[in-house]
């Protein structure tokens, strides 16, 4: 059953805590992204990554890191430094390649709640 | 930077309808067009997208029409049923490296 998958589904931090948002795709994907949604908003590109080794900064990385360091995986940690980190996070994938820009393909998204 | 323009914002409709949707982007460009669904509590599905060199596509009862001399493309949903009731989202290219600048979205509620 192939697709992109996010865990967990709801999460609770208290302030100051770190937490790590978990994303795994077996799309055989090269890019992937996380995006932060808040409630009666869009989307918005947190960090996303090309290939394996390299990511780059989206329009709101401010308190967030990632690491992408297997093709399948592509994990988000929110760090004490994110001042309003209470929302819901989607990751996506994406084929690469010389026809252009690939459709992305989202994940169930991980809520959450900071205490 | 690039930005897109989506309206309404919420969409009532009654069952059996249309709904229309529409992005105006800034981008010049942008060459791919997707539009989004968006249930409750999960993550957003692509519905249908657009490429720059053709006008317009359908799937069913959906289609999505591109003008890119005003720089607009529309989501057209034809005989609606309740279960299109969502939070529908278009997006485009921005900035290259494969990314997409979303829409802030349309609540849309299909009336029994």
């Known amino acids: 059953d192939g697709g992109i998958t996010q865990s967990p589904k709801y999460l609770f931090r208290k302030e100051g805590q770190n937490v790590t948002l978990s994303c795994e795709q077996n799309l055989n994907h090269d890019a992937m992204y996380w995006y932060r949604q808040d409630p009666g908003q869009g989307l918005r590109l947190i960090y996303y990554s090309q290939i394996v080794n390299d990511f780059q900064k989206g329009d709101i990385a401010e308190g967030y890191s990632v690491s992408r360091e297997k093709k399948e995986s592509f994990p988000l940690t929110v760090t004490s430094a994110q001042k309003n980190p209470t929302a819901f996070y989607l990751c996506?994938?994406?084929?690469?390649?010389?026809?252009?820009?690939?459709?992305?393909?989202f994940g169930p998204g991980t809520r959450l709640t900071v205490l | 930077g690039e930005n897109v323009e989506q309206h309404p914002s919420t969409l009532s409709v009654q069952e059996g309808d249309s709904a229309v949707i529409k992005c105006t982007y800034s981008?010049?460009?942008?060459?791919?067009f997707p539009w989004y669904k968006q249930e409750l509590g999960k993550g957003p599905q692509l519905i249908i997208d657009?490429?720059?060199?053709?006008g317009e596509k359908k799937d069913q009862r959906i289609a999505v029409t591109l003008n890119k001399t005003a720089k607009h493309f529309s989501l057209h949903i034809t005989e609606t049923q309740p279960e299109d009731s969502a939070v529908y989202f278009c997006a485009f290219p921005a900035g290259g490296g494969n990314k997409l600048t979303f829409g802030t979205g349309t609540q849309l509620k299909v009336e029994l």
């Open positions: 981008d010049s460009a942008s060459n791919y």
């Open positions: 657009i490429r720059s060199n053709v």
């Open positions: 996506a994938s994406s084929a690469t390649g010389t026809s252009g820009l690939g459709t992305q393909y």
